[in-house]
């Protein structure tokens, strides 16, 4: 359809490619369109130099499409296909970890330990059941070791999980942070003292219901700086990331998304 109209396309299958195709100091293109999954849009996101924000079309075709759900991007390739090339940009906040980018959300404590035993099983696409049989797996032996955080320079003392959301949805449709918006500059961090394998049911079921910050042990806050002491499990848009120092932020540049007006 872009090749009727008479538009010039470049496609682009892999990380190599795209790593050669978007490599520092090239030209960037005015308008990108990303087929794939949150992992895929954080890929391109990664590759951003300074400065340079086309804007995005998104085509969601991943596991858990979040950003996609976010925004009301249809998930059908057809009807994304008409938001893609005739709707207006709205702002997405692009959030960094460490030097590496991110759109929907970061975690450190049992998240992390999910997707490094998803990662090591993994076997082509990524699917939701993988998810399921790392938790039962996992189980009771989920190591859940304890780190401190602090928030815009302001200590919060020791937890053992804290998941810093973008967009509010959690596993693809769960709306597990309510407050939290995509273009407030800000991000929404979820804080659990205590280890969540011995209340694993518990948990799951208030952060199903959107109640995850009532729980007792919860701590809800808004930031736009985020430093964590001693992580040692860590996922970024639902892959394996290094612990240690964590340091996150929100980019002053957001991304441009051709999205449905929000309502």
Same mark, same amino acid.
């Given at each position: 359809?872009?090749?009727? =109209? ?5 496609? $682009?299958?892999?990380?190599? %490619? &795209? +790593? /050669?195709?978007? !490599?520092?100091? #090239? ?50 390739i057809a009807a994304a296909l008409e938001v893609a090339w005739s709707a ?12 590496? =980018? ?5 975690? $450190?404590?049992?998240?992390? %330990? &999910? +997707? /490094?035993?998803? !990662?090591?099983? #993994? ?14 797996s996992l189980g009771r032996a989920a190591r859940e070791t304890p780190f ?48 969540? =394998? ?5 948990? $799951? ?6 109640? /995850? ?16 002491e001693g992580a040692t499990a860590v996922q970024v848009d639902g892959d ?24």
């Amino acid at each position: 359809r872009l090749r009727a =109209a008479g538009r010039p396309v470049r496609r $682009v299958t892999d990380r190599e %490619e &795209l +790593a /050669a195709a978007f !490599a520092p100091g #090239r030209v960037w293109p005015a308008e990108v369109w990303v087929c794939g999954g949150d992992g895929t849009l954080g890929d391109l996101a990664q590759r951003l130099p300074g400065g340079a924000r086309p804007i995005v079309g998104l085509l969601p075709t991943g596991t858990g499409n979040v950003v996609a759900r976010t925004l009301r991007i249809p998930l059908g390739i057809a009807a994304a296909l008409e938001v893609a090339w005739s709707a207006p940009p709205r702002r997405l906040d692009l959030a960094w970890m460490n030097g590496r =980018a991110f759109t929907f959300m970061a975690s $450190v404590g049992i998240d992390g %330990e &999910l +997707a /490094a035993t998803v !990662a090591a099983r #993994r076997r082509g696409p990524m699917r939701r059941t993988d998810w399921v049989k790392a938790a039962w797996s996992l189980g009771r032996a989920a190591r859940e070791t304890p780190f401190t955080v602090a928030a815009d320079g302001r200590p919060l003392g020791t937890f053992r999980y804290a998941a810093l959301f973008n967009c509010g949805l959690y596993a693809g449709s769960f709306p597990v942070c309510p407050s939290a918006r995509v273009d407030d500059g800000r991000l929404d961090l979820l804080l659990l003292r205590a280890a969540i =394998a011995p209340r694993f049911i518990r948990v $799951v079921l208030a952060a199903l219901r959107g109640r /995850a910050a009532a729980l007792p042990d919860a701590q809800l806050v808004s930031a736009r700086e985020v430093v964590v002491e001693g992580a040692t499990a860590v996922q970024v848009d639902g892959d394996p990331a290094p612990g240690g120092r964590l340091a996150f932020s929100v980019d002053a540049e957001p991304l441009a998304i051709r999205a449905p007006a929000p309502v």
